[in-house]
């Protein structure tokens, strides 16, 4: 079992920033894919992001390329999403997941089903 605790969520101006971390306990994620996913109000769960277990390759969504970046520290079992140039329709609960296969990576939309632990999620609200 995987444990998965977000935090670094908030409220930030348009234009802001935020880092939001995603710490593991349980198991080592570093033979797993990572990703962020989000959920606002009255909407699906979308894909944000994901990263490859030795964190070399990356995968992001349209809508935050360019603008968000994933990494993770193996050491620390810990990953990270740093958001900038954050916009109003960035408004979401973010949530960070595990990929349930080890050493396989298939990043994408429509790819919740891939994640076996999530984490309980954090909010971000970006005022305009």
């Known amino acids: 079992q995987v444990q998965l605790v977000e935090s670094g969520g908030g409220l930030v101006q348009a234009g802001g920033s935020l880092r939001l971390s995603c710490a593991a306990s349980?198991?080592?994620?570093?033979?797993?894919?990572m990703g962020w996913f989000r959920q606002a109000p009255g909407k699906d769960r979308e894909f944000v992001a994901a990263?490859?277990?030795?964190?070399?390759?990356?995968y992001y969504a349209d809508s935050v390329e360019g603008r968000f970046t994933i990494s993770r520290d193996n050491a620390k079992n810990t990953v990270y999403l740093q958001m900038n140039s954050l916009k109003p329709e960035d408004t979401a609960v973010y949530y960070c997941?595990?990929?349930?296969?080890?050493?396989?990576?298939?990043?994408?939309?429509?790819?919740?089903?891939?994640?076996?632990?999530w984490g309980q999620g954090t909010q971000v609200t970006v005022s305009s």
């Open positions: 990263i490859r277990w030795s964190g070399g390759i990356t």
């Open positions: 349980g198991r080592t994620i570093s033979r797993y894919a």
């Open positions: 997941a595990a990929d349930s296969r080890p050493y396989i990576w298939s990043p994408g939309p429509r790819t919740g089903s891939n994640y076996a632990y």
